[in-house]
């Protein structure tokens, strides 16, 4: 067979000749279009699911809540394993799907049990799905800062999430956009209960004049002239004289208004951690990434973004990026690439003072770029990105792919 194989080669050399080349140029075309990562993903399909239960200790957390969602996702198609966590006032549920399951079937799966469990989870409770991600996910760390210190932390988050976050998720491939510290800018009704208890205002009845000065509320439709108008009671704002100036009730005949028992102020929300930039207090976005797109084409998008993003951000604030996966990746593929060149370059000295003939040493050496290009093509079929330890298995694998060529060619 192989004599066979070797006698049409040489019989048909414009042809084996012509069909290495075109495979060449299709492994190259391949080899820029591949994914490129550190190491493979090594993460069995997961559903992370995320429920807040604010004002909960970690024993009701895990009674009223992690446990109803654990009983309701047990039994579901493929699930191999459940974890979970509980924390003060958190609840995170880990379910893990066998190898090969479609992560997209799986997230359907346990969204049809969730309709089940949300009746046995307390009021105002709802557990949501993660965004598709990896533990590999995470391709970059932006921090936002005010070099002066003229815009304040909870400005900085205010800019970090209703700008670069809502630019940044419009990316295709990135999955989702976290941001940490700063603090969420709130308005904030403090009741004096000196002034609450002087005038008999309950907390009750300040809440729900508060509600009603945040919300809008509809009133159906009016119907004249053969036309029907939209009757609306629009009581949201963000006007702190506004909300200052609802009434809570008439106390003899007085109406007393929210500022008459409260302050109302712009504050952040209760925080349980904060970020800082260099020293500086700020802003740490968190970008990850959908799994199946390529680390350093998304990386390049989201620094064009983010420099699209500084030139329209306030003077003094910067956006800095304090980590890059792309880093990792750049130099650890440079590495192997200059190991394989160095091999490359030592097997060709090799083959030519042992072999003593250039046009054999030549014949021997497009094993090489050939073998590489075919095992590239291998990648692209059975979706195997590159990574270090595929690049690093090519390296290894060049003294094997010169040994068969050696033998052909005797």
């Known amino acids: 067979m192989l004599n066979a194989l070797i006698r049409f ?45 604010p004002g909960l200790a970690p024993e009701e957390v895990e009674t009223l809540v992690t446990l109803p969602i654990e009983s309701a996702l047990m039994g579901v198609a493929s699930v191999t394993r459940l974890r979970s966590t509980s924390d003060v006032s958190l609840s995170l549920v880990f379910v893990e799907f066998e190898w090969g399951t479609d992560i997209y079937k799986a997230r359907q799966f346990v969204q049809e049990r969730l309709q089940s469990a949300r009746e046995n989870l307390p009021e105002d409770v709802y557990p949501y799905m993660t965004p598709v991600a990896s533990l590999m996910g995470e391709i970059m760390l932006v921090g936002l800062r005010s070099t002066d210190g003229s815009v ?83 009581a949201m704002t963000t006007d702190l004289e506004a909300i200052g100036s609802t009434l809570i009730k008439h106390v003899n005949d007085r109406p007393i208004k929210i500022s008459d028992v409260a302050n109302v102020v712009w504050d952040v929300a209760p925080m349980r951690g904060d970020g800082a930039v260099n020293g500086s207090p700020g802003v740490i976005m968190s970008v990850t990434k959908t799994p199946g797109f390529d680390t350093l084409t998304l990386t390049r998008k989201v620094e064009d973004a983010l420099k699209a993003l500084q030139a329209a951000a306030p003077q003094s604030v910067e956006l800095i990026p304090l980590f890059r996966q792309a ?75 010169v040994d068969d060529a050696v033998v052909d060619v005797e």
């Open 152 to 234: 304040e932390p909870r400005e900085l988050r205010t800019l970090a999430d209703w700008t670069v976050k809502q630019r940044l998720q419009s990316i295709p491939g990135v999955a989702e956009v976290l941001s940490m510290g700063g603090g969420v800018k709130q308005v904030h009704i403090q009741p004096d209960p000196y002034r609450m208890r002087s005038l008999n205002i309950g907390f009750d009845e300040l809440r729900e004049a508060a509600t009603q000065a945040t919300s809008n509320t509809t009133g159906g439709f009016m119907s004249a002239n053969s036309q029907e108008t939209m009757v609306r009671n629009l």
């Open 9 to 53: 080669s040489l019989a048909n050399r414009a042809l084996i000749i012509s069909g290495a080349i075109v495979v060449i140029l299709f492994g190259i075309q391949t080899a820029l279009k591949l994914p490129v990562e550190v190491l493979p993903d090594l993460t069995k399909p997961t559903v992370t699911l995320l429920t807040e239960a």
């Open 327 to 401: 880093d990792f990746i750049e130099n650890a593929i440079g590495n192997l690439e200059e190991a394989i060149l160095d091999g490359a370059i030592m097997v060709s000295l090799v083959l030519l003072l042992f072999l003593l003939n250039v046009r054999t040493t030549l014949i021997t050496l497009t094993a090489i770029p050939l073998s590489f290009a075919i095992t590239l093509i291998v990648f692209r079929f059975f979706d195997i990105s590159v990574n270090a330890m595929t690049l690093g298995g090519l390296a290894v694998a060049i003294g094997m792919v």
